[in-house]
């Protein structure tokens, strides 16, 4: 068994490094409530420029970072933003866009590769009638996890961008994995995010930090966060603690997602050879990889508690299916054990008397793609 967990469950699992502690440690702070925390200022500013908008702001979480953009561009109760039927926002954010902001959401399919088709967008735009609501935003998200972490291209951005502009609407982007898109696509991340209004940033997924999203935009759009970042509890004091670790998440961890990248790759091709399971290793472009399994007499419940005996932790990602993500404290070998212990797995449950009473790792059947 391997020393250590194998924890694969998401790239939200990560320990904070021994650089990232020192800085938070080191960390020089004031009331970022008032706006006079110093490492807040300066990271917010590096993080703005990195997205080549005019401001960023911190948030404590993605979910927050998503409600308030929604609720910035759609600052009149009965609006509708329109978005895929497959994303963050409109499946797990425990629909805080409608039960806050009496939004609306328009739902549009999600395409395999986490697009929605254009001319499906266009046709949801409502017209000017006293039946329906008000459409004000476009949102987009790139990564997008629930079509396994695929990449939106720049192209596609671009034209939904200008179909947003064409009709007075507003573009955002849940781009909780945006870096890892930026990085897979070969595209600097400024140039992939130019077409929209704002961005949500994740810094605790997949560049490693331990607390925290940033929301970008212009300044006007900044400061109607700000406020509603203070309506919803997100303001916080010496946060200057956090942004410390962040910067150094982004420092450090940027240069490494190519190399979770391959892992994820390998971690396929891996799977790809196991009896009993079914991946398109072609599928995989970013840090996550989803395999179903065909054995009806196992299930992924099943699967993740006999992998956590080997200490490999996994979650489901539907009745069928279940999602790996790498992160850079995956190692090769952390990749290579985890295959190890899937070809044990399936062995130990086809040969019956394995005791499944115990799972301490939160994988239930309502975590599902979460």
Do not use: W
């Given at each position: 068994?391997?020393?250590?967990?194998?924890?694969?469950?998401?790239?939200?699992?990560?320990?904070?490094?021994?650089?990232?502690?020192?800085?938070?440690?080191a960390?020089?702070?004031?009331?970022?409530?008032?706006g006079?925390?110093?490492?807040?200022?300066?990271?917010?500013?590096?993080?703005a420029?990195?997205?080549?908008?005019?401001?960023?702001?911190?948030?404590?979480?993605?979910?927050?970072?998503?409600?308030?953009?929604?609720?910035?561009?759609?600052?009149?109760?009965?609006?509708?933003?329109?978005?895929?039927?497959?994303?963050?926002?409109?499946?797990?954010?425990?629909?805080?866009?409608?039960?806050?902001?009496?939004?609306?959401?328009?739902?549009?399919?999600?395409?395999?590769?986490?697009?929605?088709?254009?001319?499906?967008?266009?046709?949801?735009?409502?017209?000017?009638?006293?039946h329906?609501p008000?459409?004000?935003?476009?949102?987009?998200?790139?990564?997008?996890?629930?079509?396994?972490?695929?990449?939106?291209?720049?192209?596609?951005?671009?034209?939904?961008?200008?179909?947003a502009?064409?009709?007075?609407?507003?573009?955002?982007?849940?781009?909780a994995?945006?870096?890892?898109?930026?990085?897979?696509?070969?595209?600097?991340?400024d140039?992939?995010?130019?077409?929209?209004?704002?961005?949500?940033?994740?810094?605790?997924?997949?560049?490693?930090?331990?607390?925290g999203?940033?929301?970008?935009?212009?300044?006007?759009?900044?400061?109607?966060?700000?406020?509603?970042?203070?309506?919803?509890?997100?303001?916080m004091r010496?946060?200057?603690?956090?942004?410390?670790?962040?910067?150094?998440?982004?420092?450090?961890?940027?240069g490494?997602?190519?190399?979770?990248?391959?892992?994820?790759?390998?971690?396929?091709?891996?799977?790809?050879?196991?009896?009993?399971?079914?991946?398109?290793?072609?599928?995989?472009?970013?840090n996550?990889?989803?395999f179903?399994?065909?054995?009806?007499?196992?299930s992924?419940?099943?699967?993740?508690?006999?992998?956590?005996?080997?200490?490999?932790?996994?979650?489901?990602?539907?009745?069928?299916?279940?999602?790996?993500?790498?992160?850079?404290?995956?190692?090769?070998?952390?990749?290579?054990?985890?295959l190890?212990?899937?070809?044990?797995?399936?062995?130990?449950?086809?040969?019956?008397?394995?005791?499944?009473?115990?799972?301490?790792?939160?994988a239930?059947?309502?975590?599902?793609?979460?």
């Amino acid at each position: 068994m391997a020393s250590k967990a194998v924890d694969l469950r998401s790239d939200t699992v990560t320990k904070p490094s021994e650089a990232m502690r020192a800085a938070m440690a080191a960390a020089d702070v004031d009331d970022d409530v008032v706006g006079v925390d110093p490492t807040a200022h300066r990271f917010q500013s590096e993080m703005a420029a990195l997205m080549g908008k005019e401001v960023a702001l911190f948030v404590p979480s993605g979910t927050m970072g998503n409600l308030i953009s929604v609720l910035v561009h759609c600052d009149v109760r009965g609006s509708e933003a329109i978005l895929g039927d497959n994303s963050h926002i409109h499946v797990y954010e425990n629909g805080g866009i409608s039960t806050i902001g009496g939004v609306h959401p328009k739902t549009v399919p999600n395409n395999p590769d986490g697009t929605m088709d254009v001319d499906r967008i266009v046709a949801a735009i409502r017209h000017p009638d006293l039946h329906y609501p008000t459409t004000r935003l476009i949102c987009l998200e790139n990564t997008h996890g629930n079509c396994g972490g695929k990449c939106l291209s720049v192209e596609y951005i671009d034209k939904v961008g200008e179909i947003a502009k064409a009709h007075g609407l507003k573009l955002h982007i849940d781009g909780a994995r945006i870096f890892n898109a930026s990085v897979a696509l070969g595209v600097p991340v400024d140039r992939l995010v130019k077409a929209a209004d704002s961005v949500s940033v994740c810094l605790s997924k997949g560049l490693g930090a331990p607390v925290g999203s940033v929301i970008v935009g212009s300044k006007d759009f900044i400061d109607k966060a700000r406020i509603l970042r203070k309506t919803l509890g997100g303001g916080m004091r010496q946060v200057g603690v956090l942004c410390a670790a962040a910067h150094v998440a982004v420092r450090d961890t940027l240069g490494k997602l190519a190399d979770d990248h391959r892992k994820a790759k390998a971690l396929a091709e891996g799977l790809k050879k196991i009896k009993h399971i079914t991946v398109d290793p072609a599928s995989v472009e970013t840090n996550m990889v989803f395999f179903d399994i065909i054995d009806p007499r196992i299930s992924p419940d099943n699967l993740c508690q006999v992998l956590e005996q080997h200490n490999v932790l996994a979650m489901p990602a539907s009745s069928t299916s279940i999602r790996f993500v790498i992160h850079y404290q995956i190692s090769d070998s952390d990749v290579q054990y985890a295959l190890t212990c899937v070809e044990k797995a399936f062995e130990e449950l086809l040969k019956g008397g394995i005791n499944l009473d115990q799972m301490t790792n939160g994988a239930t059947k309502s975590s599902y793609g979460h």
